[in-house]
DNA sequence: CACTCATATGAACAAGTGTTCATATGATAA
DNA sequence: TTATCATATGAACACTTGTTCATATGAGTG
């Protein structure tokens, strides 16, 4: 075993942290929950993604539905689409929207829960 | 009934939206919502919650945990102690933190499983 | 073809955010 | 008291992010 896990080199600190550390995820793994999570993180998107629960919207729709521009979604909806949180589909000039699978709503739901009960 | 919900004033729309649209939630919950996944959109406030989960850790023993600055895990600490994310508990030089509830748990693991998933 | 409509995109700007550095606070020990 | 240790905080800075405005793309229509 090697030596206890010290943090300042000046005291010894509590044993837990020796355990927690080696039960730490990678980089890699923590900067891609926090990009999922920054995702979340803006009230448009939340706004879309809400209203896209119960079935596809267009653009359009969805501007007018949470009352911002039509670019400013469609750069948002650029963004979702990047995160693989939204698909879509073209109909003619039309394009809708979609959330792109359960894991989605679930976490959206769990977000509101958490608010709901403060 | 009011008339078919329009959008640009040229076209109508799916019907869909106008349904949606008495179902979406207050501008102040969907900021609310927002603000607290922002707190679990930056890797290091990640880090220190994931950090915390299992039992409470003092300041130092998260900045080495997770090499960061003990300066930048403090700041950090307050702003999760603001969300009301995590608690702490004073023991004489040392204050241990821990996180505040079982939800804060579901949230991260819910995060965690989806980037697993892909 | 030209024209319209729905959507996408690029550049610019303002606002927000996280880290660093220096320093302050507050508790303990000598 | 003074010294030390753990933590907190303020200011400055670089970096990121979301919106706006103007314009481009691309599909449909006449």
Chains 1, 2 share one sequence.
Request: charged content about 25%; aromatic content about 8%.
């Amino acid at each position: 075993m090697a030596k206890a896990f010290e943090c300042c080199e000046t005291h010894h600190h509590h044993p837990a942290a020796e355990v927690v550390k080696n039960r730490m995820l990678s980089d890699d793994e923590f900067f891609g929950v926090a990009d999922l999570f920054k995702m979340f993180g803006d009230s448009t998107r939340l706004k879309i993604l809400y209203a896209l629960q119960r079935e596809e919207l267009c653009v359009c729709d969805i501007a007018d539905l949470i009352g911002m521009t039509q670019s400013a979604v469609s750069h948002q909806l650029r963004v979702l689409k990047g995160s693989r949180l939204v698909k879509y589909r073209r109909a003619g000039k039309t394009v809708f929207y979609s959330l792109a699978d359960d894991h989605v709503q679930t976490i959206l739901s769990q977000g509101i829960e958490h608010i709901e009960e403060l």
